[in-house]
T-cell receptor, first 114, second 113 residues
């Protein structure tokens, strides 16, 4: 079975631009979470979606938004990009949204903001 | 609020030696605890998790961890390091709220011949 997939793999943007990152969960998984991993740090929680509803939000500005589609895939949108948004963005899927459910991570999208 | 502290950003071990990675957490409720491994240019892979029950948890690749509530610790060990264990390791904690994982800063493990 295919794991969590993310696209694109790498992305280069300039300050002020907008970016959309995409994630497809493992088949049968209904929950998707997004994390930002800055170089040298652990992943930071951005959002969790379950059954197309936002279930959790981390401490990120409103420039960050996300949504989940009927097929459970998800998009993360970031507006007005800043240099500090450069990071690896990880998507994780789980069967359900509860904290005891194992999260399976995708390979990530490397975003570079110039 | 919950938080995770991983002691030591870099650990160097000899092949065949004990691997010990330290993780301390804080949580206002009984936590769920996880260890993940990340190889270069890859996502995170679950090594093991503690939810309830037995406090000694065995995971993949010979790793195990022990939940010690009195010490608020969840240290990861492997009796004998292998070259393939070279990677970055993350401890994470989650409470009963919806899926919000708090990760530590990570520990980079280097294995020397």
């Amino acid at each position: 079975d295919a794991g969590v997939t993310q696209s694109p793999t790498h992305l280069i943007k300039t300050r002020g631009q907008h970016v959309t990152l995409r994630c497809s969960p493992i088949s049968g998984h209904k929950s998707v979470s997004w994390y930002q991993q800055v170089l040298g740090q652990g992943p930071q929680f951005i959002f969790q979606y379950y059954e197309k509803e936002e279930r959790g939000r981390g401490n990120f500005p409103d420039r960050f938004s996300a949504r989940q589609f009927p097929n459970y895939s998800s998009e993360l949108n970031v507006n007005a990009l800043l240099l500090g948004d450069s990071a690896l963005y990880l998507c994780a899927s789980s069967l359900a949204g509860g904290s005891g459910n194992e999260q399976f991570f995708g390979p990530g999208t490397r975003l570079t903001v110039l | 609020a919950q938080s995770v502290t991983q002691l030591g950003s870099h650990v160097s071990v000899s092949e065949g030696a004990l691997v010990l990675l330290r993780c301390n957490y804080s949580s206002s409720v009984p936590p769920y605890l996880f260890w993940y491994v990340q190889y270069p240019n890859q996502g995170l892979q679950l090594l093991l998790k503690y939810t309830t029950g037995a406090t000694l948890v065995k995971g993949i690749n010979g790793f195990e961890a022990e939940f010690k509530k009195s010490e608020t610790s969840f240290h990861l060990t492997k009796p004998s390091a292998h070259m393939s264990d070279a990677a970055e390791y993350f401890c994470a904690v989650s409470d009963y709220s919806w899926g919000k994982f708090q990760f530590g800063a990570g520990t980079q493990v280097v294995v020397t011949p």
